[in-house]
């Protein structure tokens, strides 16, 4: 048993997977309002990313059961202690993180989230985890809550949010992690631009893993 296979947790994330699985529906349904040419401009946007997931505001849109156990071990395995991740929506995956967090002792997860509404519900699964004490939200355009106050030392950074601007949030945290430190982006098949940055810069290792997970590691400056 640990944190993530045991009470309150696992009952919780149960919970919650079912609620994302009965909400596929209406997110295809925020799509269907949007012509082609609009979801294209709004998934590829640099700009205009908040108003894309306005229209998702209700929605989970979670990791998958794999993603989320492929966090829970990572974290655990490299012992991660501080951990940034974009993209918060009801916190599923940030629930994985801060179990993983909690079995190699404590740590610190900033995790950022514009939607006020997906905050709040965020919080509420948090405490009923037991797992508040691991977490600090920050709400607002990720561009800007990361732009300052990170920890001197970032063991793993996750990518969940717009896809667009993956590499500029990468930008963001690469002064602070460490050697080792690992990046986990999800749905990456949809940024382009991060795939090339972490397959072209020499300071990443990085490898696709199923359901366009991308797994890199920060080398260091080379």
């Known amino acids: 048993m640990n944190t993530l296979t045991s009470a309150p947790l696992a009952p919780l994330l149960n919970y919650l997977f ?7 529906h209406p997110t295809n349904n925020a ?11 709004l998934l590829h946007s640099k700009t205009d990313y908040l108003e894309l997931y306005g229209h998702l505001k209700e929605v989970p849109l979670a990791v998958s059961r ?3 156990k492929l966090l829970y071990m990572l974290a655990r395995s490299s012992n991660a202690q501080s951990i940034v991740e974009f993209g918060t929506s009801f916190g599923i995956s940030t629930l994985h993180l801060a179990a993983a967090l909690r079995d190699n002792g404590g740590g610190n997860i900033i995790t950022c989230e514009f939607e006020p509404g997906k905050v ?11 797992v508040s004490d691991l977490i600090e939200v920050r709400v607002g355009d990720a561009l800007q809550t990361l732009s300052r106050d990170l920890p001197a030392t970032i063991d793993m950074l996750v990518l969940d949010g717009a896809k667009a601007i ?18 986990v982006a999800d749905d990456a098949d949809f940024s382009p631009e991060y795939l090339e940055l ?5 300071g990443f290792m990085s490898l696709p893993f199923n359901d366009g997970v ?9």
Do not use: C, K
């Open 198 to 202: 972490v397959h072209s810069n020499r």
């Open 31 to 41: 799509f269907r309002t949007m012509t082609d040419a609009e979801q294209h401009r």
């Open 120 to 130: 709040a519900l965020a919080r509420n699964h948090f405490a009923d985890a037991g």
């Open 18 to 24: 079912e609620l994302a699985d009965n909400m596929a």
């Open 66 to 68: 794999e993603t989320g």
């Open 166 to 183: 993956y590499p500029e949030i990468v930008t963001l945290v690469q002064p602070f992690l460490r050697p080792g430190a690992l990046i």
């Open 214 to 222: 991308e797994v890199s590691m920060w080398v260091g400056n080379v």
